[in-house]
């Protein structure tokens, strides 16, 4: 349980640590809150010869609502975003889920930016991200680009980052008005990640549902957007016949279907289905 030796940079700011990224390359990772990198390198899963940590630069810890954008700082802590009264306020589905993640001391140091590059397969915020159309802003010395998270999440632990790139800030979307959401999940008794998790973004005109956004995570090597189930429901009143023929496509996104000792493939797709029809139930029931 002790890592290979590494060198151990503290930059202040986002231009230092960009230098650093830049001139280190492939040798060098981010070190955000540790909770998943600080394991692999213990247990040897990984040798990270520099490691440049981003936790002393405050520009990169933010919540701040811009009009109609949320904009979240990489360093966010998932508790920070489950407190937060403005995102409460204008995006609840962030708050209900930073509240599931793991357990206190892990929503106290994991952060939302260190979440979404990992891309765990079972971490609960790559759902969160799809269902809200989140863009993810992306610094390297060559400048910055801008990825949709439906272009971000390429593989299992596999994102579109590329080596040199310090992912910034999360931006979101303020969901229109009037909207309802959920984020509903089976949880992993020991970790609390989830087996199957699925956050629904819903919006309304009167009764019938306009647009609305799903993420599912756990089933799949990478979260995925449930495409076919929202053209299911677009348009719709949300009724039970719908919802029940809708949900049971939930699955049909996935790029593949995971099995462990915690849930087969077939269980995970099954709970897949019922927990979309739960979540989006769950959603209306609140609008
Ligand atoms: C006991 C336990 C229980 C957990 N339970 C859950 C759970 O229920 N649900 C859940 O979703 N998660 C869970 N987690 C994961 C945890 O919440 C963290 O979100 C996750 O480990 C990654 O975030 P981090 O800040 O710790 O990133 P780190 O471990 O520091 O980094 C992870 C990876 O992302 C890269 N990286 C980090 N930040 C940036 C950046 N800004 N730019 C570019 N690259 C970056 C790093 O180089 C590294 O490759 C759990 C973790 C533990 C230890």
Redo the contacts with the bound molecule.
Sequence with gaps: MIPANFDYHTPKTVAEAIGLLAEHGEDC???????????AMKLRLTQIPVLVD?GRISD?SHIKVDGSTIRIG??TT?GAIAASADIKQHCPLLAECGA????QQ??N???F???L??A?P????PAAALALNAELVLQSASGERVVKASDFFVDMLTTD?QPG????EIRIPVPAQPMASAYLKV??AA????IVGVAVQLEMDGSTCKAVGIGITGLAPKAYRATAVEAALAGTTLDDATLSAAAAKADADASDAMGDIHASEDYRRHLTRVYAKRAVQTAAGRV
């Excluded at 599931?100 to 357990?103: A, L, P, W, Y």
């Design positions: 990772k981010v070190l955000a809150g540790g909770h998943s990198l600080i394991p981003i990169l990489a360093m998932h599931q993640v793991g357990d892990v929503r140091r994991g952060t930016g260190g979440s590059v990992h765990d079972a971490a609960d915020w980052v790139e310090l992912l910034t949880p992993q970790s609390g990640f989830a």
